[in-house]
């Protein structure tokens, strides 16, 4: 990278075309990737009745973040308090979690682009619906902690693990 360049923050939502529907975005191709550690989010809406969720997954680290979707036109910018509880709840440092909070930038917004973290997406929103019913009362940031847990196949990996050795170094 050239010295005098400076590097564009940014977050990339690569959302299921359930949810680009539902806050009416054009799935539109980005080719730049998010300038935080954890990389690009993989988002999809839950019905965990009698409300509407919004479940993301780190596309580095398979990390999940809970919250609630209503309202859709807000959903990027509740996100950061979100992965910020998440974080906090692993035990990272509050000067790596700024850190991270300040490398997201603006929100873009683009189709999913990987089969196997869409894979991880669909069996978290799977256990999510059995979590939420067995712990209706549980928070989204302890839910989230308890799928972080889960064994990642393809990774060989927890993502709890994974998150936290992203920002050890």
């Known amino acids: 990278m050239d010295a005098g360049r400076s590097v564009e923050l940014m977050t990339v939502f690569r959302c299921t075309r359930a949810l680009l529907k539902r806050i009416h975005a054009a799935p539109a191709p980005v080719n730049v990737p ?3 550690k954890l990389g690009d989010w993989f988002v999809t809406v839950v019905l965990l009745k009698p409300q509407w969720w919004l479940l993301a997954v780190s596309a580095t680290t398979r ?3 809970l919250w609630p979707a209503r309202p859709f036109a807000t959903m990027a910018t ?3 308090g979100s992965l910020q509880d998440v974080l906090r709840g692993l035990g990272v440092s509050e000067t ?3 850190t991270e909070l300040d490398a997201m930038g603006p929100a873009t917004f683009g189709p999913t682009n990987d089969r196997s973290v869409l894979g991880t997406l669909n ?4 256990a999510l619906r059995w979590a939420r019913e067995d712990r209706p009362s549980e928070s989204a940031c302890k839910t989230a902690l308890w799928l972080a847990d889960t064994p990642i196949l393809p990774l060989h990996d927890y993502p709890a693990r994974m998150a936290r050795k992203a920002f050890e170094g």
């Open 123 to 126: 069996e978290f929103s799977v």
């Open 34 to 36: 998010s300038s935080g």
């Open 78 to 80: 509740r996100f950061p």
């Open 96 to 98: 790596a979690i700024a």
């Open 63 to 65: 990390l999940p973040v």
